[in-house]
């Protein structure tokens, strides 16, 4: 699995382009309309600017939030940002060879991170997190349509067994067009 490691620049743009358009990571949390109880896989967690919303809707001692990611320095960095939740685990590596017990969250959360992998290492990925995901899991995924289509997810994800449960597409301009679905098994 490829690894691209960032530059300090590229950590630090990172950061203040989320505070900068924090909304759009935010309301997009928002919308998903968790409970508060869930376990959540955030797959390619980055900086943690979504993942800081995601933990911020978790009750301390009742959901958890995992941010993972295949960076070292992404990871660090999402670390630093998260570092006063108390519901957070740091995972660093590869979805397919963590060997992480089946079933072990309720939603996974994939944001802007599909189309940064590999067309051929797509489908061991989806298939290594569709093992992770509870039976009644769901899966939140949004990625910006100039490099991915949605087709495409969508064919991913049926393959593993799960189906698109919820779609809508939206201009982010910083992103440009992105496509937002939401997955659960058939
Ligand atoms: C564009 S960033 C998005 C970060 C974050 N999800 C966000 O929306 O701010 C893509 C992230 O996916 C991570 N990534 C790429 N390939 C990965 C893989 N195979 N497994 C886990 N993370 C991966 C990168 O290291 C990077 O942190």
Known sequence: ??????NPLAVMVTKAAGVLAHSVYEDYVQSLGLAGHERVLDFGCGAGTPARYLA????????????????????????????DFPNVTFLLGDIT???????SFDVIFIHFVLHDIAPGERPPVI???ARVLTPEGRVFIREPLH????????????????????????????????????????
């Open 1 to 6: 699995m490829a690894i691209h490691e960032p």
């Open 56 to 83: 911020a809707r978790l009750r301390p001692g009742v959901g958890h939030l995992t941010c993972q990611d295949i960076s070292h320095v992404w990871l660090d960095a999402c670390r630093q940002h998260l570092h």
């Open 97 to 103: 060879t963590l060997n992480l017990p089946p079933h």
């Open 127 to 129: 298939k290594a997190l």
């Open 147 to 186: 490099y991915i289509a949605p087709s495409e997810v969508q064919e991913l994800w049926q393959v593993a067994g799960l189906t698109e449960t919820g779609r809508h597409t939206e201009h982010i301009p910083t992103q440009g067009e992105v496509y937002a679905g939401e997955y659960a098994r058939r």
